[in-house]
């Protein structure tokens, strides 16, 4: 069986899904596109086999022709078209964030509440890396201790433009974010923000690196090095530490080249390289559970969570303390293991 | 476009590719199966949409509805199959061994030469493996100067008990020596074996491991060992040294575990987990190049050629000597680069 | 030409000194001993040949054939010894700390100010380290850039029963606080310290582990993971960030062993085996430096700054909040490049 | 106990080990020098504590003050020098080779054993080094199970121009040659010398790299690549493989450096930089011996059978066939536990 997904907004990371639902991915079609761009949405639909160009994102969920749906839109029209989905009884995956308010989010979260079933899958695709699982199961298995701590860093070689300050929290330690959420199965308590001494290559105004502190509710504390303008790779690293052991991510595989007084590995040189197989991944687990009548993954809570913490994340930036995070209690829809 | 695949032979591998083509990869079908056990054969059709179950691979391949043909059937019965679908002018891939024997091999060749086109692929999945990949990069863009020697080993955890003691150079040793064809773009020259200490834990009258020696045409010394009963992993090693510099394998990545007294990575313990990507983008590759109406990656030339070089690494392993390795020139057909 | 050390206090580490200067290293003897155990004293004293036994460190530092003095004692009688050897005119090693109190290290400041040279060295071996040298080289080289953040990590498998918990800052995290003032040439100006969730190891009252971190008067932030009761081994890390790129110490080397499913290495069992060579290359460089006249290493300044912060450390241990470092004028005799 | 040590030859190694003797390791002085260019043993002496300059070996060796003797002088004298300290029974350390001929070297083995005692150690310094120690440890504690094979490299940066093509073998493999025969606790049994493809920095009529096989007497296989234009480093690798598993030497530790794209470690420069503590660590052991009335490590028949293989292998090298080794039995001066 095939399924027909709509896709909305077919900027960068739109494309890139466009391509793996019609060349890479088993089981879907891309049926119709939109975007805000309605010229690069048709060149887009021109490159693939007839699919419907529709004129707005409303129009493209009403579609009985499309199955399911991928919003890959601007950050802050994600709410809008999420909600249409569960209005309209759609599976959605919505890439991050869910939405960039926490009052956004909530209200996704209470539709979906109030359909009793789970409609939304939210881009976190950290999950279906194979470094980041594997590191799940030892420490789910125990082999090393009940975690007490964990070291990451997040470093982007450079950001675009229209790249802003707190984005280093809400864009790029919002993975991180929802790592530690999803690999110690907590919530996070709180967070705190320090800004070491800032490089020469931030644009004026950045505070780029930031080190995010983050505790869980059961006191595990995180330390996530959040950097965009590291230069020299795309480099993700990640440590828990438990009480009778360690996990970590390895350096990225690949060859080992000696040469003039140095054996090197590579560092990935962007995150498709480094996360081309996780989106892959991430996206065939939605079209088999779509297909199967359901969804999977990171759920809306998570997204939720993850606006949530941010925002936190944000006030701890302005405030230079340690903000306590608030959420309500967990809807028993999202409740069972991650 | 979703071409439809027919598969002859449902064993393991033939299985693996079956679920690949309906599950994991882009724009095929299995529209049709077959097998020497057609109970089997039903078995598997029954957990598909809907193929046609063919008495026979012939049959199959005479099936208008089958646009190209898998063949993943015993390795003696590879030659029929390939040949019917060049007769049929028909896309086939082809599992390794192209065929069991030099002549079988030799005719396939002439036949698809005739033919005046490329419609063999021959499964040699080690060409699709990133890490390869990157090597050959290395290799090629001369990072290490004109390579010199390499050296490699293949080392299975243990092998079921139809694994004959010939299989080690046939079924082993067989993708280093594709390997190294592919990598240095020269045929193999000579081949001798050597004995080592041979391991408690092989069968008696077996000789394992083996040290395998390839001498290409321009003078690369490859060394590799094979080994079948290594007990502890799946463990694929392979380094090339050239005159500036070497490039090898890493280890594969994962996680690092640091627990009593030790900091650990994972080694594969098969070659499903080794090799499972390799395997999906050689599939991947070759549906892709088939809807364009052609085909890509090993050609019969390659299958052939190894062949005539595990003939040639049999008949050293009797002599204890070293044998040169005979081939006729390159057809046209299968010159330009690899 | 020999010198000739008299050592006071051979409890562990002194023993570990003595061997060093009577069977490892070269142009030195040990001339006398003394301890507060004069048992212990002396049955040490019978495994040399034929070291003079005196009551008390006074009297050792008074004895004329004493060239120079090392200071194994129990801390908090450092102060005394190392003041008495200050007013004899005689070069001194004092084992870390090099005095338990502020007020302690300044009045050695002051002591050793006044005479006009440098007469005291103070046992941070680790800038004695292979690795930790090679790290600065490349700090210092330019070759990252600008340093801006480190990392690092000191995971002790346990300690003896009488290790307080005061003494992870003391005595655990002030290596890291000696290394971070070294690495970067400048002095901490603050210093926060977070408890993560407590390991069920850590004896009753303790925190361990702790998040120490340090603020360079640059800006360089410092994470220091401290924590003694890792189990699984004595584990040292750092990474430095700097804005082109980062340094860290590699995993120990030695072998890799590749078995049942791992390939692994060892992580050191003891700080003995981590940093033996650096111990050695450490106290040759004091004897170097005495037999020509002068010392060198980590000084007064440096034993005095340590203690500040490690007090610090302690305040903000108790205050839960982020304490700024309070540190007089460098006097003239310590400036210049570390 | 200070032991007196004359040194015969102070070239290169031999004004290391004059350094070491005098500057680095406990317990010895050196107390007369002499070499061929008495000019250059002046300098030498001038440097040092006023030792005893001599004329000659002879002179040298059999002045009384001399407690022990360390052979540092070209290749062809060695026999000498060593058969006269035996006949003044007086220990000494002579660097590989023992002896340049197999006659040579049977005259030392013969005029030892007629003393029934050991005087004679030979400079195989890798049996001293930390990693080939821990690899040793590892495969005589069975933890890999019985050993099957080895593949070991050799790469030298360059050779000076005195470096003849001989000397692959003799000066460069001998050192792998040791290493098997001290790893495995057997004698090599054969040789064969295979000849890759030439590196365009070889001179002229050079062979090089060349593929070195060895087999032991229990029949395991060690390939050992010996290469002396390598260029990008000193690198020496190894790695045992056995029934169970397989133990290898680890990239060489230090730092490893992410910038610009790669994570990078550094591959020593120099034999010293690979093998400065393994010397440090030969000649303390001597200098222990010594003083306490023996001495260990690699003993003349160890110097004699090394000899011999590289004889059998330069034979090799010329027929291009597998060479048998022929030895006599060992005398029981030589053996127990290496």
Redesign the interface.
Known sequence: ?TITVGVIGVGAIGQDHVHRL??????ARVGAVTDVDLDRARVVADGL?GPVLHRSGAELIADDRVDAVVVTSWGPTHEEYVLACVAAGKQVFCEKPLATTREAAERIVEAETATGRRLVMVGFMRRFD??YR??KE?VTGG???????M?A?HRNPSVPDFFTSDMIVTDTAVHDIDVARWLFDEEIAAVTV????????AKAGFDD?L?V?LETE????V?V?A?V?A???Y?IRGEV?G?????????????????????????P?HWRERFG?AFDAEL?AWV?AVAAGGTTGPSAWDGYAATVVCETGLAALRSGAREPVVLPDRPDLYKGPA
Chains 1, 2, 3, 4 share one sequence.
Do not use: C, W, Y
Request: aromatic share 2%; proline share 5%; glycine share 14%.
């Open positions: 069986m019609s060349h890479v991915l088993s089981g086999a194979a470094q594997a590191m030892v082999e090393i201790g009940l975690p007490l701590l070291h860093a320090l800004r070491p001494r800032t490089s020469r290559k690196p080190l502190l059961g006191g595990v504390l330390d090095e950097s303008n230069g020299f790779g480099d530490v009480e009778d052991g360690t996990v970590e991510l390895s350096e990225s595989a690949g060859t080992v080249v000696k040469r003039a007084g140095t054996h090197a590995g590579r560092v040189a197989p065939q088999d």
